[in-house]
């Protein structure tokens, strides 16, 4: 089972729980991505906008969150923009209806992904052009899964992913200067008939208007993710009791430790892009230092069992232990 297809339910509520506070390829990680999983560190390789003029910059952008529904519910995207043009982002569409015979649950569509825009620069007053120079998916578009009776199909971004130019027209631009489609799909967080009130990136290509809502601050984002992780982990923590065989503890284990180390992900994230550059090398320092020591422990754990059924439940419950709680330790880097 992958470990991403393990926490789809869980994403897709902490994802949406977001989205609905704020109002509303084939590649598995890009070489730049930000994240820190528990086993891999790399540092960002900075990209630097070509901008010469004053004016709007991807810092601005990272101010708001970014989405993209038809504004009836059931379907919808979301991203948000970093400080150096990165992006990151999920896609979710569900079909209860849709059933057979291993998903009597129905099917969900989903995406998750990553990537760069560059070449931020002024068209005119009222709008920006930025290229999207790459894109990554977590999981291969068109691949199935079944996960708890139901089943996942993986697709690419809806907003995303079908071009390489995007323009950013910002508050006060008339709509007239919108085609009929692009006024669809903002009408409902435009709160002016004449001109726009939020900042909107359009897809011109395929007439996309992807709308904007201003971002929780890192502290509140982090806090609430946080807390729905910690959910899901505690809920793991009492079916551990439960488990019956060492096939289930190990199961159980393991899941808890992917629950912790996408929590882990996720909030070290936001402390990459929130906290001074200083205080970060010393927390990226301290972090290899803890990868080091987990990772031990958690061996010295397993060998105590000698080799046997229950050494990797040992590993796998050291791992999530150790792991939840220095999410606790990340959070404190936020406040």
């Known amino acids: ?125 009222y709008s920006y052009e ?47 200067t919108f085609s009929e489609d692009v006024q669809m799909w903002i009408m409902y967080a435009n709160n002016n008939d004449t001109e726009l009130t939020i900042p909107i990136i359009v897809d011109e290509k395929n007439q996309y208007g992807i709308c904007t809502t201003e971002r929780l601050s890192a502290l509140e984002d982090a806090t609430m993710n946080y807390e729905h992780y910690k959910e899901s982990y505690d809920y793991y923590c009492e079916l551990a009791t439960e488990a019956n065989t060492t096939l289930d503890m190990k199961i159980n284990a393991q899941i808890r430790y992917e629950i912790a180390d996408e929590c882990l992900n996720y909030l070290w994230h936001l402390v990459r892009y929130n906290v001074e550059e200083d205080e970060f090398d010393k927390i990226l320092e301290e972090q290899r230092t803890w990868i080091k020591d987990k990772e031990a422990q958690a061996q010295a754990e397993m060998d105590e069992w000698q080799g ?18 220095r999410c606790e330790v990340l959070l404190e880097y936020l406040k």
């Open 1 to 125: 089972m992958k470990k991403k297809a393990a926490l789809l339910l869980l994403m897709t509520a902490v994802i949406f729980s977001v989205a609905s506070c704020m109002g509303t390829s084939e590649n598995t990680n890009s070489e730049n991505n930000t994240e820190i999983a528990s086993e891999d560190i790399s540092e960002q390789e900075s990209i630097t906008e070509e901008n010469a003029e004053e004016g709007l910059t991807f810092e601005d952008l990272s101010k708001y969150s970014y989405y993209f529904s038809s504004g009836a519910g059931g379907w919808g995207e979301e991203f948000v923009i970093e400080r150096d043009g990165y992006f990151k982002g999920s896609f979710h569409d569900s079909d209860m209806g849709d059933t057979g015979e291993g998903y009597p649950n129905g099917t969900v569509y989903s995406s998750s992904y990553t990537g760069y825009f560059t070449d931020l620069k002024q068209i005119d007053e």
């Open 130 to 176: 930025m290229k999207l120079k790459e894109i990554s998916y977590e999981d291969v578009s068109g691949e199935e899964e079944l996960i708890r009776d139901v089943r996942y199909i993986y697709t690419d971004s809806y907003c995303l992913g079908g071009n390489d130019t995007f323009k950013i027209y910002l508050p006060g631009t008339p709509l007239s």
């Open 308 to 325: 046997g059924s229950f050494a990797p439940v040992a590993y796998a419950d050291t791992l999530a232990e150790l792991t939840m709680e």
